[in-house]
C-alpha cells in the first residue's frame, strides 16, 4: 500500500500550480520532490495534507481518503517555519507531542534523543527566538516527527542550512527511513534527490517530468557517458554510431552515447590506439534527463 495520486491538478484562478500529476509512492520509500521555484512542490504537499483542495484529482493512502483521522499517522514540515517564538524549546514540543496524543515521558525521551543526535541538548529550555536558523529547523523537524508518523512530509528540509548541519538533517532523514518511516522531502538541489533517494518526481512548471525509481529512470532513458582519460586523440569517435556529443577536457573525454550498446565498438576502436588510463561507461545524471525532457539546464 501507499500514498497514490491520481490526476491530480490544482488551479488558482488562470495559473495551474499542479498539472495532472499521477504519483505512486511506495511505503517505506524515500521519495523526492525535485524542481525549481514556483514547480508546484508545497502546492502538492498541501494537497496530500488537506490544508488545500484539489481541483481535480484523487490522493489516497492505503487505499483511503485521507482524512483528519489520519494526522497521527504523518509528520509534516511546512516551508513556512511554524514555531512559537517566545516558547521555550521544550514547552512548544511538548506541546506538539501532547496534541498527537503522547505522554509528557514519552515527549521527554524522545526529545532528548535527537537534541543530542543534532548535537544542541544545551537549547532544550531556551526560547526558539534566541536559536540561530539552523538550529531552529532542527527543532522544527524534531518538533514534526515527535509522534513517530509513519509519513513524513518535508517541505524544503536542507534549505537555508550550512553544509555540516545539512549532513546531520540528511542523516537524520535516512534513520527515520531506515526505521520505518516513508518520507517525501522537497528540494530545488539533485545532488540532495541523487545521494538520498530511491524513487523522485521532477516538477517544472506544475508538470510532473518524470517519476518513479530512479535506476528504473536512468535505465529507461537509455542515454549513458563514457569517459576516457588518455593521451590519444580520440575525435574520431564523434563520427562513430549512436555517439551524440564529444567533449574532451584536457585528456579526459566524456562520450554521451544513445544507449550501451554503442559503447563496446567504441572501446574497441580505442584500445587500437594503446594504453588509457579509464574507460568507463556511467548512468546519466539527473541533470541529463531534465535537459532531454525539458529542453533546457535545469537552474
Ligand atoms: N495560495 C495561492 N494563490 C495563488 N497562487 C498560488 C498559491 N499558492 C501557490 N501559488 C502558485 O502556484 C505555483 C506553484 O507554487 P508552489 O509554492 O507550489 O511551488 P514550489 O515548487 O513549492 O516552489 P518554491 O520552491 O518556490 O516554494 C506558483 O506559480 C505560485 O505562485
Redesign the pocket.
Known amino acids: 500500500m501507499s500514498l497514490k495520486l491520481t490526476h491530480l491538478t490544482k488551479t488558482?484562478g488562470s495559473?495551474t500550480?499542479v498539472d495532472d500529476i499521477n504519483l505512486d509512492v511506495p511505503k517505506g520509500s524515500m521519495y523526492g520532490f525535485l524542481?525549481g521555484?514556483?514547480?508546484?512542490?508545497?502546492?502538492t504537499f498541501r494537497m496530500i495534507l488537506g490544508l488545500l483542495t484539489q481541483t481535480t484529482g484523487e490522493i489516497t493512502y492505503d487505499g483511503k481518503k485521507i482524512d483528519y483521522s489520519m494526522t497521527d499517522k504523518i509528520g509534516y514540515l511546512p516551508?513556512e517555519r511554524g514555531l512559537h517564538p517566545k516558547l521555550k524549546v521544550s514547552e512548544q514540543v511538548k506541546y506538539l507531542g501532547k496534541l498527537k496524543g503522547m505522554s509528557t515521558k514519552e515527549v521527554n525521551n524522545k526529545l532528548d534523543y535527537w537534541l543530542e543526535r543534532f548535537e544542541v541538548p544545551e537549547n532544550r529550555e531556551k526560547k526558539i527566538e534566541k536559536l540561530s536558523k539552523g538550529n531552529q529547523q532542527k527543532i522544527q523537524l524534531i518538533a514534526s516527527i515527535i509522534h513517530n508518523p509513519e509519513l513524513i512530509i518535508l517541505d524544503e528540509p536542507f534549505s537555508g542550512l550550512d553544509p555540516v548541519n545539512v549532513e546531520m538533517l540528511k542523516s537524520a532523514v535516512k534513520e527515520l527511513n531506515k526505521d520505518g518511516a516513508t518520507i517525501i522531502f522537497?528540494t530545488?538541489r539533485m545532488e540532495h534527490v541523487e545521494e538520498l533517494c530511491e524513487e523522485l518526481c521532477i516538477?517544472n512548471k506544475?508538470k510532473q517530468i518524470v517519476s518513479g525509481n530512479i535506476d528504473q529512470i536512468k535505465d529507461d532513458f537509455g542515454q549513458k557517458d563514457i569517459i576516457i582519460e588518455g593521451d590519444h586523440d580520440v575525435s574520431f569517435i564523434k563520427a562513430m554510431p549512436g555517439v551524440l556529443d564529444v567533449k574532451r577536457v584536457r585528456n579526459k573525454t566524456t562520450v554521451k552515447i544513445a544507449d550501451e550498446q554503442f559503447a563496446e565498438p567504441i572501446f574497441n576502436e580505442v584500445i587500437k590506439l594503446g594504453y588509457f588510463k579509464r574507460f568507463q561507461v556511467q548512468e546519466p545524471s539527473i541533470n541529463d534527463i531534465f535537459i532531454a525532457k525539458v529542453g533546457e539546464k535545469y537552474e
Open positions: 488558482f495559473n500550480a524542481g521555484n514556483g514547480a508546484g512542490k508545497t502546492t516551508e522537497s530545488h516538477l506544475g
